[in-house]
């Protein structure tokens, strides 16, 4: 069985409904059941053995592998693309992931703009650009932007092709990912491999994936995450940015698809034996 992480039963008001009760009934089911977990982080592992009372030697880690090499139809990315066709500023801050309250879009959003506030970099216009599809209670998210006064300072980009993607990772001043819950985080690694800076919050697997190349936050603090993005931006140049983002070239090697593979297959092999 696989559990990717717990969220549910940390934040059930974020979760429609019919989606938390199949959550919280099919999962208990199957860890009861199961033979072997895989889970995604030493964290989620944790979370498991922690809320469900599963004895640590099933439940095993294997990390989700990285690449972006190529498409998804197989086609190999180019160095560069333009972004012309977005028609967004030069200079922006990014953020990727679906449209629902645990990113914490919000509370980015607010600290965004009071980003703009101190910020005293000679960038000119800045903006936040949100990539993402909506998922669910988005309707906050949305309205957040002219709530904090920051309406034609915030982008949101439903669907970006593959193919896209480095060139914005490349071109970001920094990346933003202040989750309040993260099974794993795999935009974090592909900001690192794209020489982005990562501001990310200090909970859940967020710091067991960056390691130290990331820039940590208080994820309910909105101060902290306004600050964390100055930080980013302002350091970026300097030998604090330039030794991040070295430390997170390195750290995206551990994470690969053939390392997956292999602990998965040896995983469900020792699991079939088992139950022979």
């Known amino acids: 069985m696989a559990v990717m992480d717990l969220s549910y039963l940390y934040f059930p ?119 993402g599809k909506k998922g669910w209670l988005y309707e906050q998210i949305l309205s957040a932007p002219s709530k904090f006064g920051v309406v034609d300072k915030v982008k949101f980009l439903d669907f970006v092709p593959d193919s896209d993607l480095p060139s914005f990772y490349r071109q970001a001043l920094c990346f933003a990912l202040p989750s309040l819950y993260e099974g794993f985080g795999l935009p974090v690694l ?9 501001v990310i919050s200090n909970v859940s697997s967020l710091p067991e994936i960056a390691d130290s190349a990331g820039i940590y936050v208080v994820p309910t603090d ?25 430390r997170g070239l390195v750290r995206v090697k551990q994470f ?8 998965t297959l040896d995983i469900l092999t020792k699991a079939g034996a088992k139950d022979i």
């Open 190 to 198: 592909e900001a690192m491999a794209y020489k982005c800076p990562v």
């Open 13 to 131: 008001e974020l979760f429609r409904k019919r989606d938390l009760y199949q959550l919280t009934n099919w999962t208990k089911y199957g860890l009861a059941h199961a033979s072997a977990v895989c889970t995604i982080s030493q964290f989620s592992k944790n979370d498991i053995i922690k809320r469900y009372g599963i004895g640590k030697e099933k439940v095993f880690v294997t990390f989700p592998g990285f690449s972006m090499q190529k498409t998804t139809t197989g086609t190999p990315i180019k160095q560069e693309n333009s972004l012309e066709q977005y028609k967004i500023a030069k200079h922006f801050i990014l953020s990727v992931g679906t449209l629902q309250p645990r990113k914490n879009y919000v509370r980015l959003i607010e600290a965004f703009s009071k980003f703009l506030q101190k910020n005293k970099q000679k960038f000119g216009e800045v903006q936040l650009v949100i990539i």
């Open 256 to 263: 690969t698809w053939e390392k997956a593979a292999k602990q």
């Open 222 to 246: 909105v101060d902290s995450i306004a600050n964390g993005l100055l930080s980013a931006v302002r350091q970026r140049n300097l030998i604090q940015g330039k030794t991040r983002i070295q």
